[in-house]
């Protein structure tokens, strides 16, 4: 990791960070730097104890950290569910001691809330490249049957070895990938927002997630098969992600379209065969859509877009909110969310002219851009394939019609500006949707 301490003067929360093989040998060391004078408490599965939390445990000891207590979940069926946070802080209160996390996403995200509700914190040894909340504020926990992020600082240190996370089973590898590779276009949806005055881009942390992207990213082969050394591009990657959303306090670096997706599909709670689509498959799917979508408006003529029909046809927010509840009839908990997100991003007739004027007059220099940031929707597909994530609607327990009706909603799902918005605003929804899923579309149905 290049410069990691410049990165760690801009991080709200992490203080500090190792990522390299033999990382987990300074275990003590990160801990009695941040914790000095505390005792430990380990968490994490059986999978991840057996893994690193053995090792970690015994490198604790052996250089004078006290170590309270171990909570290893013994459950199979494990997931970031607000049943086994509740049982993971009933045991924490019991130890006056410093949590270390030992594992990947679920571990991370129950210690990173629990701690947080406990008022302590905390550090975690990762033990999978497989997505890039390790270091990112906020946990995203299953409440009340539907995913939601809630806040809580991020870890207070993190350490991963890459020749461990290599060994980790491939679809947590091929999870992160999915997840990183969904930086493309939300990089480009990042610059869309700032053509239209919505959200200046924030060139340190654009930089901290894009500059060496295309490098983690470029071989899904090795990264399927294990390479350490892809590995560990792939985990500093998802890494930089996590800092880059902690230098500006917000997920805007590493979250667009595609991730409004996941989002939607979280809150219904998406599984296949009893068992949950991870986020990064989720992502994958949305990535794939959001790309199409960002092909379909680099060869449209915004720059002469016509802003007066835009502006004649959009809806005052009453005939708005009343389509939002038609769209979201029979699912309550996306209707709330839905109301509250798109009121917040709502804009009257004047202020569309002027975000609609901004877009077409920065046109001709955005659309380069975009051109130049976005990968090829069929590179996408190959990506996906080759390192073993799914690249079909298909292949997370979404029908054609599913991810149409889904696509449908996805405006209303955020506020958060993104190239769906900029589509919903020029009046080419139907256009889009056929392009996506009509006859002879992307995905036809």
Known sequence: MENIGEVLKRTTDTKAARIGIGAMEASHEMFKELFPGRKAVLVADTNTYEAAGKTVEKNLRDNGVQVEGKYVFDDPDLYAEWGYLTRLEDYLKTVDAIPVAVGSGVINDLCKLSSHHLGRKYMIVGTAASM??????????????????????????????????????????????????????????????????????????????????????????????????????LADGLIMSGFAMQAINSSRPA????????????????SVNGKHVSHGFKVAIGTMVSTACLEYLLKQDIQNL???????????????????????????????????ESKGKYTDASGLRCELEKISSAWPCLKQKISAQIIPLWKIEDSLRRVGAPYKPEMIGVSREHLRDTFRCIPFMRNRYTNIDLIYRCRMMSKVEKYLFGKGGIWEV
């Open 255 to 270: 979250s667009g379209t595609e991730h409004q997706f996941s989002h939607f599909w979280d809150m219904e709670g998406l």
């Open 132 to 233: 890039d909340g390790y270091t990112a504020y906020g946990a995203s926990i299953t409440y009340q049957g539907n995913k939601q992020t809630f806040d809580c600082p991020a870890p207070a240190g993190i350490i991963l070895d890459p020749a461990v996370a290599a060994l980790a089973p491939k679809e947590l590898a091929a999870s992160g990938y999915a997840d990183l590779l969904a930086k493309v276009p939300a990089g480009a949806d990042w610059m869309l927002a700032d053509a239209a005055g919505e959200e200046k881009i924030d060139s340190y942390a654009f930089g901290l997630v894009q500059d060496r992207l295309r490098d983690a990213l470029r071989d899904p082969d090795a990264v399927l098969k294990g390479d350490v050394a892809a590995t560990e591009q």
């Open 306 to 340: 016509d802003i007066d029909a835009c502006v004649e046809a959009w809806p005052s927010w009453e005939k708005m909110e009343a389509h939002i509840r038609k769209i979201f009839e029979g699912k309550p908990g996306h209707l709330e969310r839905g109301l509250v």
